[in-house]
Structure formats: C-alpha cells, structure tokens
C-alpha cells in the first residue's frame, strides 16, 4: 500500500495551493481520505477528510472556509485546495486513509491506517 503526497511548496500570504495524494495497492472506494499537518514545534492534526461513500467533506475549524477537499475516484486521489493560506498554515502536510467510517473516527490520527511521506508547504507573509 502507497500513499503519495505532492503539491507542496513555498508560497505567499494569501495565495491558494491544491495538493494531491494518490493511493495505490488497495482498492481506493473502501478508504475515507484525511488530511493531517504537523507544524514546527507542534502536534500532528486534521485539517480535513472525505468520505469514501460521497465523498462527504470535513474541515476541522481551523481551515474551514478556506479548504476544500475532494477526491476522484477513477484517479484513485484526493485533493487538498487551500485558499487565503497563512503563515500559521506553514507545516508538513500528510494524507491518510482508513477504511473506517464514522463521523468521529475520520477526525482522529489513530483511526488511520495509512499514511503519506508527507509534503512541505510554507506560506511566507
């Protein structure tokens, strides 16, 4: 199983970035997607998920308004579109699935069972 994070890089205030993770080795429908980062000197934590059935979106308050998260199925990818992106939004950002489906699973690190290398992304004010 692979899971392979792109898109990341360095960016100003304000500016808008779409990252990308592809999952291969298992079949993608069975697996709601997150998306996780781990700023400097800070903890890991979601910044969204999509469900595997509808691909029904989450964004955790931090991002919410300006995140979208989307997946394509036949790409076997999900996508992480970020707008008005701040300092603060500077940290490795990690895709993940997990093949569980509850509401309260999808927003919780333990719950996932794989997971990307993970892609830079710095936002420069």
């Known amino acids: 199983v692979q899971l392979q994070a792109s898109g990341g890089g360095l960016v100003q205030a304000g ?20 998306w996780f980062r781990q700023g400097p000197g800070k903890e ?12 029904i979106p ?11 998260i989307s997946r394509d199925n036949s790409k076997n990818t999900v996508y992480l579109q970020m707008y ?20 309260a699973a999808l927003t919780t690190t333990g719950s996932y069972d794989y997971w990307g290398q993970g892609t830079q992304v710095t936002v420069s004010s």
Not at 17 to 34: E, H, I, K, P, W
Not at 85 to 99: F, G, I, N, Q, S
Request: charged letters at 20%; one cysteine or more; hydrophobic letters at 30%.
């Open 44 to 55: 890991r934590e979601l910044v969204g998920s999509s469900s595997n059935i509808g691909g």
């Open 84 to 103: 008005s992106l701040k300092p603060e939004d500077t940290a490795v950002y990690y895709c993940a699935a997990t093949r569980r489906q509850t509401p």
């Open 58 to 68: 989450y964004y955790a308050d931090s991002v919410k308004g300006r995140a979208s």
């Open 15 to 34: 500016d808008s970035l779409t990252l990308s993770c592809s999952l291969s080795g298992v079949r993608f429908t069975n697996y709601a997607m997150g």
